[in-house]
């Protein structure tokens, strides 16, 4: 017969094991993140182009893991710490656990970019820009933001000169906001895809070829995002405390802001249109997560209805302004999502903070030093991603490598950058069709099918598209 023996297992080796199982956990999680990503960018785009977006996603993580693994986390340590540790060179497994979890946060960041410049950015350029990111953009924002001894930290140059550190928890501007800055302005740069615009500067409406690959990759990108909030709280803090408190905080405010910002836009879109857009509801439901990510663990319950609601709100002013007054096409919205979102929630930080109010009695000067922090924050890493990924793709448009030309770009990056067709059974005559049957001039009815399994023919049309003006009255 066996006999009981006492557990011989130390404490901290088993409060360390349960951090690092949770850490792989939601690094895992937030890795399923880019399945999202790609169905929500090829729901997006014009079926031409769909073959080509799911190969920047597949190719923003293969390049920039390993470029992340070789050179950007030893330049996050740099600019964080003053010592330059690349990831290869770690000593231990808990090092190399963190090395993947911080990979992570640095890819979200680098296929944010992807959307903004789909359909006509050649695959080589984005390829170079996302070897740069992993390298060095991201690495050094997430260096100057997440270490006590950063730029922006506690003990850093400006957190000293502020009174107070910036306060970023899980990447609302370190990750989101400064992907979809950079993707703006790699799309300024680009310009506008053929016929997005009219030499009066109105706009042309694109559509994407898939609301349902949309709102699938948005509910995965919300599945995900879990990992990317509840995950960045360990369970166990660096006092071997419980944090269940913070974990549950993080969990509330992250499905109420997600919520909130879903029916945030759509309000706003259907108080602008008549209409309630389901895209503006699928983007505005992610605009509420980002809204929220840099402050969860801090935000009280109504603070999340706030925040989340404001970045759902905004989502359609937003993209229209950058429509139709900066002319600027981004084709995912990644800005309004990403971009204004991110930033919106992390300056309201101090605002909606539980330490910001005594019951009823607003703290003013936590709300003006934090506020302060924040603003120093988003400013500074604003201005280092504007200037690098411009200087960047500025020097790509210079040697004529940032765009397809022309006629690749009508005939679809599926077919002049990659060779294929997403979908050939609607491509050239002859090819069979999903029935079974063949297109061919010969069918009575038509030589096209039409999406909606029905026949273009002069007795059959397919139906006038909207206007413009139409569609975004």
Known sequence: MLELTPLQTETQTLIDAINNVWILVVTFLIFFMHAGFAMLEAGQVRSKNVSNQLTKNLLTWSVGVTVFFLIGAGVDSLVGTGSFSPAFAAGSAGDWIGWLYGAVFAMTAATIVSGAVAGRAKLRAYVGYTFLLAAVIYPVVSGMAWYATGLLGADGAVGSAVGAAFTDFAGGTVVHAMGGIAGLTAAWVLGPRIGRFNDDGSANVIPGHSMTFAVLGTLMLAFGWYGFNVGTSAVFNSDNVFVVDQLGRVALTTTIAMACGAMGAGA?????????DTLYVANGLLAGLVGITAIPHTTTWWG???VGGVSGVQLPIVFSFVEKRMNIDDVCAVFPVHGSAGVIGTLMYSFVAVE?????????????????????????ITVWTVGTTGLIWGAFKALGQARVSREHEQEGLDVSEHGVETYPEFGDEGAAVADGGFVSDSNETSSELRSDGGFVSEENPVPAERTAEERSD
């Open 356 to 380: 910001a109010w005594n019951g009823f009695t607003p703290n003013v000067g936590f709300m003006i030093e934090g506020f302060v922090a924040q603003v120093a924050g988003v400013a500074i």
């Open 304 to 306: 999340a209805f706030l």
């Open 268 to 276: 706003a879109a259907g108080l602008k249109t008549g209409k309630v």
